[in-house]
């Protein structure tokens, strides 16, 4: 059984916690693993958040996967790490577990923790990536820059509606006024010609 080793040092032949030894996975992934493979390693890249360490390493996983070979009586474990001191701050353990060194009744009751006995069975499943992904936090500028510009557009309208109804005021005014001019002028004209 082979079980996907994502803390693998290939050039030193051993897996971070197992005397089994990693090596790149010989036996073909199903599309549902290889398109949950492809998803996680994607969200471990997206929550990266130090621009100057390289997740090279991680990248390279994306088609190079890293797998190690469970001997008899041992499981693939997927356990739920928190590193809140380095990249990636939170995902998903990937290795080989000697039932010595983990008894079966302690991956059966926690939540952090799965143990299986499939071929890359310990891929983490859609339910388990969603864990990973972060919540786009909201943008606080943008907010505030949608919200003046509404007001803004508001202040436009409300001046333009200012405007037409001073316009219209005036131009009566200045037609009351030249009725006004017209007939003081007529009457002087009619008084004068009289």
Known sequence: MEC???????????????????????????????????????????????????????????????????????????????????DPKTFYDLTCVDPHKLPPLLCDNSADLRCCTENHCNIPSMEELSLLRKEPSPNFQLIVIFVLAAFCLLLCGILSVCCLRLRRKSSKFVIHLLYTVVSVVHSILAFVCK
């Open 4 to 86: 996907m080793d994502l803390l693998c040092s290939q050039a030193g032949g051993n897996s971070h916690d197992n005397n089994t030894g990693c090596h790149p996975c010989r036996t073909p992934f199903t599309d549902e693993d290889k398109s949950n493979w492809i998803a996680y390693i994607d969200i471990i890249e997206r929550n990266w958040e130090a621009d100057l360490e390289p997740f090279a390493y991680y990248s390279r996983l994306r088609t190079h996967p890293s797998c190690c070979t469970a001997v008899k009586g041992s499981s693939c474990r997927l356990r739920l790490i928190k590193e809140p001191q380095r």
